[in-house]
């Protein structure tokens, strides 16, 4: 008996501590905070006039960060939060932080009023400061970049980055369609590298491309 209760009690103990769903972080799940995004992102659509990127863009990087489970965010280019409520609600879920960085007061006090109406104050560290000295000085890692403020400083964005993105990791950019000035020179260049595999989503007509590190 004794021997029967071994060759059963020890598998299974041993499958429970090496089966991925124990050892992945998991997604958790928050029925009220979800209940409190949808309902602020439902009344707020339509409102949405400052550069932000449209529902179908938010959801796109909402859905990159939940696939990969990625935790350490950081956006470039926050105005008043729309693209950052929805990353926000994903880290929300892997249990995630986004560092968001906007230029402008006036979009980033909105983005701060925005942030906590949605409930979500707590996943964002949100900064008020010119990206292009900011961005060098963060220390990282990051496993997710969205990259969605002047597109002509995209390419340094992304060099200043790309040393902290992790391996696996994925570097975002918006309205890539056209690859217009500044967009072209950024595309070529992380295209060049072996090290990056990158694809262009067009559902929606401004284009993301994102950009994963081997
Ligand atoms: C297209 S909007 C961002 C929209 C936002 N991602 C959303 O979907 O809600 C671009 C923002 O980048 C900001 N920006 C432009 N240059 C910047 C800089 N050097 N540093 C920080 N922010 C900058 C602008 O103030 C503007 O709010």
């Known amino acids: 008996m004794k021997n029967i209760i071994i060759s059963i009690l020890i598998p299974s103990i041993w499958i429970f501590l090496v089966s991925p769903v124990y050892t992945q972080t998991e997604i958790s799940s928050n029925p009220e905070l979800d209940k409190k995004v949808e309902a602020f992102l439902k009344d707020s659509r339509g409102e949405w006039r400052d550069m932000n990127v449209p529902a179908s863009d938010g959801k796109l990087l909402y859905d990159l960060i939940i696939k990969n489970n990625y935790t350490k965010a950081l956006e470039i280019g926050t105005s008043t939060g729309h693209s ?16 968001t960085i906007d ?33 060098p000085e963060l220390d990282g890692p990051f496993d997710f970049v969205f990259s969605d403020a002047d597109k002509g400083w995209y390419k340094n964005y992304f060099i200043a980055v790309y040393p902290k993105l992790v391996s696996g990791g994925c570097f975002t950019a918006h309205n890539v369609s056209n690859r217009m000035s500044g967009i072209k020179e950024f595309l070529d ?18 284009g993301v491309s994102i950009s994963y590190k081997d």
């Open 103 to 135: 230029i402008s007061e006036s979009r980033h006090k909105a983005a701060l009023k925005n942030f906590r109406e949605a409930g979500l104050s707590e996943y964002i560290d949100a900064r008020l400061a010119d990206a292009h000295e900011l961005v």
């Open 189 to 206: 260049y992380v295209e060049s590298l072996p090290d990056m595999k990158t694809t262009i989503d067009r559902s929606s007509s401004s």
């Open 84 to 99: 950052g409520i929805w990353i926000a609600w994903a880290l929300s879920k892997t249990g995630g932080k986004l560092i």
